[in-house]
């Protein structure tokens, strides 16, 4: 279910790390005190902890909230960025590369003209 994000408008990343044992209301008052609408359907918010084996999502659906926590299994980690500590709202092709392994930020260097074979 959290990789296809069904019903998901909008993805926001609280970047750096947050206490998973937070629960709803604990991570509805980070996400207010960013000045976001923890009510807004169709968002979902993502949070991380120290380790990147789990992520922790929050969804609105108008009635109710949707608590989601997905733990990776073996060796594999996410690539949660660790830069700030504010939201970020991400596209839905930067939330595919996470679910995937990869980063969400671009990760490709460009070229040096120097380096460039003739």
Known sequence: MLKEAMGVRRVVLKMGRTDLRRGID???????????DPLEIGTLYLFCGTR??????????????????????GENRFQW??????LKQITRKQYDNLMEGFTVEGSIRQIDSKCKKS
């Open 52 to 73: 990147n084996d789990r992520i922790r999502g929050l969804l609105y659906e108008g009635d109710g909230f949707l608590l989601i926590t997905k733990r990776l299994s």
């Open 81 to 86: 960025p660790r830069s700030a500590e504010d």
């Open 26 to 36: 604990g991570l509805k008052g980070i996400i207010s005190l960013n000045g976001m």
